[in-house]
């Protein structure tokens, strides 16, 4: 820090429990040394309890959340494109601000944990057609029907602003699922605890099976159920997943197979180059039915019809799964019916036992 002569550090807030403690250090060193640190926000439109109830509470429903949203982006707004909360904040003229620093003592993305891959990294800027069109094709896997500007948002090189008015004017339902994005954000930022325990309670009593060989065929894409394994080698391989895929891989593994959300959410989270904890975190416990805003209990995708319904033409399927319809390719490894039966059993007595106590 001497070396450098600094005055000030500016950084843009990161929510994860871990990200705190490390900016809280930072911070602690810097005005040791009569540095300032100052923190923005930056990779989200509200932040923490800028929508909030009236009593100033933190919503735990998404529905009262985003009219909240909408709302507040509207006030003194000709149109929601035109919010000033979705304005730009261009910062070439401050670059000159910068530190100056020799390449040779900068520290390499390698000693950092990062290391190169043959991926394909998505296109910055979604056509606007794909945008558009999000409603009508987003749930079809065969199709290229999502924008995958999720690792762009992941890593900063986008502005969550730049996107929503984009989608503001373009596509609402688009929109809705930046303010999902918004929504599990300030769901972390208000209840931390939900890193590593359900957000209600009573789901934490939920006796899971934990099978590890099951599970291990379900990190391998070997269960026996076409949509589940097409999606999970397409994760294995790509590091993504279509969000339809996601949410029925999720409830099977949680309800079909009883294997705890927490597991499949620590294999995602290893997996995905979109990764970001508050949403991936929030999906699980949606599937599991444990988080805010969740599917209830006794919702489980049956991945059979789902696969019919969303990918009939198996189009999806075969890009993955090649051995598909040959003696290569496994028996389902468990009767849909008979584990939707034991599904419901286990989680009735969970969430029983806890209201009569």
């Known amino acids: 820090i001497k070396e450098y002569n600094l005055n000030h550090i500016f950084s843009n807030r990161d929510y994860e429990p871990s990200a705190i403690l490390r900016d809280n ?37 998404f529905t009262p959340y985003k009219n909240k949203w909408l709302t507040k982006l509207t006030v003194d707004s000709p149109s929601i494109d035109k919010s000033y909360y979705l304005k730009s904040y261009p910062t070439e003229k401050y670059f000159s601000n910068f530190a100056k620093i020799k390449s040779e003592k900068l520290i390499s993305i390698e000693v950092l944990g990062f290391v190169p891959v043959k991926i394909k990294f998505p296109l910055q800027n979604a056509s606007p057609k794909k945008i558009i069109n999000y409603d009508k094709k987003r749930d079809y896997p065969c199709l290229e029907g999502t924008t995958k500007l999720g690792m762009h948002f992941r890593f900063g ?43 209600k309670p009573s789901y934490d009593r939920i006796e899971w099976r934990n099978n590890i060989q099951e599970f291990d065929k379900w990190c391998q894409g070997m269960t026996g159920f076409p949509i589940i394994d097409a999606g999970m080698r397409e ?20 309800k079909n197979l009883l294997i705890d959300w927490r597991w499949g959410e620590t294999y995602f989270a290893e997996k995905l180059l979109d990764y970001e904890l508050a949403s991936n975190n929030g999906g699980w416990q949606w599937a599991a039915g444990s988080g805010t805003d969740a599917a209830p209990y006794f919702r489980i995708f049956n991945p059979i019809t789902q696969q019919n319904k969303f990918d009939g033409e198996m189009k999806y399927i075969k ?19 008979e584990s939707r039966v034991r599904c419901l059993h286990v989680y009735k007595n969970a969430l029983y036992s806890e209201s009569i106590r």
Not at 42 to 53: A, G, H, P, R, T
Not at 240 to 254: D, E, G, Q, W
Not at 320 to 331: F, G, L, S, V
């Open 319 to 337: 890009r993955w799964i090649p051995e598909i319809n040959t003696p290569a390719y496994p028996e389902p490894m468990i009767n849909i019916a």
């Open 25 to 61: 250090e930072i911070k602690k060193l810097a005005e040791s040394k009569k540095i300032s640190f100052i923190q923005y926000k930056d990779q989200v439109i509200f932040e923490s309890l800028e929508i909030s109830k009236s009593d100033n509470s933190p919503y735990t429903v």
């Open 157 to 199: 090189t986008i502005s969550i602003r730049e996107k929503a008015r984009k989608a503001a004017s373009l596509n609402l339902d688009y929109l809705n699922e930046l303010i999902w994005r918004d929504f599990y954000s300030s769901i972390l930022q208000s209840f931390p605890h939900v890193v590593l325990k359900s957000f």
């Open 235 to 254: 994760l294995n391989g790509s590091g993504f997943m279509h969000n339809r895929v996601r949410m029925i891989t999720a409830s099977f593994l949680v």
